[in-house]
């Protein structure tokens, strides 16, 4: 029997999880509320609150699987990509907790993570797979041989996916996070509104452009009508968010076309997204591809993920040293 401890805190979400021999136990996740009036994460707002909640967090986690600390075999931690104050809180407990307990550290990139989230549960993709992986800082094409052989195979070239759906919030004065209210005002709508399509040749992705097509469109019809805003909404948000999905999706295609893999997986905070997820379904019944999307609990930023990732490295005896620091930046590529 493997029980992993993992710690997920590179950004905004302080999260704990248990997993036994591969299953998930508890995946407890403490939200920082306190950005939402500054309209995005505040770094060393972010750091403060990792600190009060890693504790309480790392008990009720415990506490939920049923088993003791000195049960625990390891512990995984995400070393990065992230927010380098809010790594440092999690990568220092988990020191700290396994020099204690004298247990192995395991090191877990984050990006790797949001994709093995489509191991915690049935059904579970076959390698080869390409998972789309989409959240706030990050936009990824990744073609996964294995469970931690990855080559990155498109990304943004600017902005990320989960960023253009903030930045559009904000141009349409909706609070913060906008994606997901974003989402909700999308269904009650009519996407009746063009936007442009970046012309990115590959696999890359561009979103800049179509952010400041959103501003200067704003602007424009606001000059003309004052109201424009508070009478045209829905349909706003229903167009903005068709061309976002019609973005990533068309890559998406093209990727599988490109490496004659049917086997399609989408992930991170924004595959949350439910047009997101209902395009994904119908495309993948047009093309014959099996597709995966974990639960939504799995898709923002989680400890469970992180425990799942520890799992397998635990299954390979690939430890960490206590020397290790955290990585604000960290590439995905073929790491093993």
């Known amino acids: ?99 204690a307990r004298k247990i192995p550290l395991i090191e877990v990139n984050h990006m790797q993570a949001h994709i093995l989230a489509h191991f915690i549960e049935d059904p579970k993709p076959a390698f080869p797979f390409i998972c789309l992986t989409v959240s706030g800082g990050h936009t990824q094409l990744v073609l996964v041989n294995d469970y931690f052989d990855m080559e990155l195979i498109g990304q943004t070239i600017d902005d990320a996916a989960g960023e253009a759906f903030d930045k559009t919030a904000k141009i349409l004065n909706l609070p913060y996070p906008g994606g997901p209210l974003i989402d909700k005002l999308a269904k009650e709508g009519v996407p009746r509104f063009q936007f442009p399509e970046p ?88 093309e014959h591809w099996d597709a995966f999307i974990p639960r939504f609990e799995y898709c923002t930023d989680n400890a469970a993920m992180i425990a799942i990732a520890g799992y397998y490295k635990y299954l390979y005896n690939d430890f960490a040293t206590q020397d290790i620091a955290p990585l604000a930046r960290w590439a995905i590529n073929h790491q093993k």
Not at 7 to 22: F, K, M, N, W
Not at 50 to 62: D, G
Request: glycine share 8%; hydrophobic share 45%; charged share 20%.
């Open 1 to 99: 029997m493997a029980i992993i401890l993992g710690i997920e805190s590179s950004c905004d979400e302080t999260s704990a999880a248990i997993c036994i021999d591969g299953q998930i136990h508890s995946n407890i996740i403490a939200n920082q509320t306190i950005h939402e009036k500054f309209g995005g994460v505040v770094p060393e707002l972010a750091s403060r609150a990792h600190q009060q909640h890693i504790i309480p967090t790392v008990n009720e986690a415990i506490r939920e699987a049923k088993i003791h600390k000195n049960a625990i075999d390891a512990i995984a931690f995400t070393r990065g990509p992230g927010l380098l104050g809010s790594l440092l809180v999690g990568t220092s407990f988990a020191k700290a907790f396994a020099m």
């Open 199 to 286: 012309q990115i040749k590959g696999l890359d992705f561009s979103f800049s452009g179509l952010k400041t097509a959103i501003l200067y469109f704003v602007q424009q019809q606001i000059a003309q009508n004052p109201n424009f805003l508070q009478d045209n909404i829905h349909d706003i948000c229903a167009s903005v968010q068709e061309r976002i999905i019609s973005i990533l999706l068309k890559k998406l295609r093209r990727a599988a076309e490109h490496y004659h893999i049917n086997q399609v997986a989408i992930a991170g905070g924004v595959s949350a997204n439910s047009g997101l997820r209902e395009g994904l379904d119908k495309l993948a019944k047009e």
